[in-house]
T-cell receptor, first 111, second 113 residues
Framework: KNQVEQSPQSLIILEGKNCTLQ??????????LRWYKQDTGRGPVSLTI?????NTKSNGRYTATLDADTKQSSLHITASQLSDSASYIC??????????FGTGTRLKVLA | NAGVTQTPKFQVLKTGQSMTLQCAQD?????MSWYRQDPGMGLRLIHY???????DQGEVPNGYNVSRSTTEDFPLRLLSAAPSQTSVYFC????????????FGNGTRLTVT
């Protein structure tokens, strides 16, 4: 069964600190892995999309890594800001339009 | 550039009522889809469309209908609302191609009493 699991479920950090969110997947066939940010009351917004051959991709203070051998991905947030408080969702694409969503990590950044 | 627009933002229905959730995009995207988001679960696909006149079922299609008469619009119809359909509904669209990002609307929060 295709599955995407994220950890931790929730995380609280102080402003300015770094953090890393994890995503493990068992999806076949694999097309790409995506990270989305979802602010409360809003729709998810794309942060990165990585294909099989990409190990790292950055978007500002967000850096995603992908290890296709171990089927793991991480999202690293550097120098966190209050505006980073959100849910972060890992999504694996199988084929062209089949998206398998993780349940997300809820991040709270405190001043 | 409006992106993906969903209306209404909030809706309360009584069991057995019907309604249509609207979704429109102005990016000329071929792919459009409807998801529901429930606490503790990942987004689940209800229906999707890869172009005007083409629709298909997703993971949880029961109780919902869709049509795609234009590229821009993809309405979701609830035929006879049930409390189990209480959820937040998101519409998403993308260009063709497996590496195109999904663009989401800001959701419709539906409560069925």
């Amino acid at each position: 069964k295709n599955q995407v699991e994220q950890s931790p479920q929730s995380l609280i950090i102080l402003e300015g600190k770094n953090c890393t969110l994890q995503c493990n997947y068992t999806v076949s066939p694999f097309s790409n892995l995506r990270w989305y940010k979802q602010d409360t009351g809003r729709g998810p917004v794309s942060l990165t999309i990585m294909t099989f051959s990409e190990n790292t991709k950055s978007n500002g203070r967000y850096t995603a890594t992908l290890d296709a051998d171990t089927k793991q991905s991480s999202l690293h947030i550097t120098a966190s800001q209050l505006s980073d408080s959100a849910s972060y969702i890992c999504v694996v694409t199988s084929g062209t339009y089949k998206y398998i969503f993780g349940t997300g990590t809820r991040l709270k950044v405190l001043a | 550039n409006a992106g993906v627009t969903q209306t209404p933002k909030f809706q309360v229905l009584k069991t057995g009522q019907s309604m249509t959730l609207q979704c429109a995009q102005d990016m000329n995207h071929e792919y459009m889809s409807w998801y529901r988001q429930d606490p503790g679960m990942g987004l689940r696909l209800i229906h999707y469309s890869v172009g005007a006149g083409i629709t298909d079922q997703g993971e949880v299609p029961n109780g919902y209908n869709v049509s795609r008469s234009t590229t821009e619009d993809f309405p979701l119809r609830l035929l006879s609302a049930a409390p189990s359909q209480t959820s937040v509904y998101f519409c998403a669209s993308s260009k063709q191609g497996m590496n195109s990002p999904l663009h989401f609307g800001n959701g419709t929060r539906l409560t069925v009493t």
